[in-house]
């Protein structure tokens, strides 16, 4: 079946942009997760939704990023007023949360290469 | 704070020639341990999930071990397909986030 896409695959910016990221998960699975990966760097976990229950956003490095997710879905990463340092990889995974092993496992999108000039 | 450690960070082998790579890890309440495989401007790619010390996954020339410190990904008589970068991470606690660990890059020649 279709696994996790994510658009645009490149977006070069200005800085003091804002952008938006997409994300759609991989249909019926309930948990959604946003991760960025810096160059040399491992993935960095940002976001997590789970349902209908308050979004996990303990690993947002700051107010200028922030996340929704639209009727249990499709996912939107906004960065506002972008600075070079937000320069990396977003990739987004999704899980299934229910039925049998492996339900946890996280399954990732091709990922957002995000240039701020 | 859980961390994850990931050696060696870089492994050229030649075709055939087995090896491991070892992710250790030191962690509050580990709840599950999983290996990825990424490959250049992909997302990473999944590949096993380990539970509990003493367990072990293979899937074609791969397999993947666990202790109460550490998981090793053996790889035996590698291919050049199997150059990528392998990544390693842990789900801790009562959150389902992953910690990752900064990936081994292995390249396999003829």
């Known amino acids: 079946g279709a696994g996790v896409s994510q658009s645009p ?16 998960p991989i249909s019926g699975h309930t948990a959604l997760y946003w991760y960025r990966q810096s160059l040399g760097q491992g993935l960095e976990f940002l ?29 939107t990463l906004t960065i506002q007023r972008t600075q070079q340092e937000d320069s990396a990889v977003y990739l987004c995974a999704s899980s299934p949360l229910s039925g049998g092993p492996p339900r946890e496992t996280q399954y990732f999108g091709p990922g957002t290469r995000l240039l701020v000039l | ?37 990424q490959d250049p401007g992909k997302g990473p790619e999944f590949l096993f999930t380990l539970y509990s010390a003493g367990e072990e996954k293979e899937k074609e020339r791969l397999k993947a071990t666990l202790t109460k410190k550490e998981s090793f990904l053996h790889i035996t008589a590698p291919k050049p397909e199997d150059s990528a970068t392998y990544l390693c991470a842990v789900r801790t606690g ?9 990936g081994t890059q292995l390249k396999v020649e003829l």
Not at chain 1, 55 to 75: M, Q, W, Y
Not at chain 2, 94 to 102: A, S
Request: charged letters at 25%; hydrophobic letters at 25%; aromatic letters at 8%.
């Open chain 1, 9 to 24: 695959s490149n977006k070069v910016t200005e800085k003091g942009k804002d952008v938006e990221l997409r994300c759609d």
């Open chain 2, 1 to 37: 704070e859980d961390q994850v450690t990931q050696s060696p960070e870089a492994l050229r082998l030649q075709e055939g020639e087995s090896s491991s790579l070892n992710c250790s890890y030191t962690v509050s309440g580990l709840r599950g341990l999983f290996w990825y495989r």
């Open chain 1, 47 to 75: 976001i997590y939704f789970q349902g209908n229950s308050a979004p996990d956003k303990s690993g947002l490095p700051s107010d200028r990023f922030s996340a929704e997710r639209t009727g249990g879905s499709v996912s």
């Open chain 2, 94 to 102: 009562g959150g389902n986030k992953l910690t990752f660990g900064t």
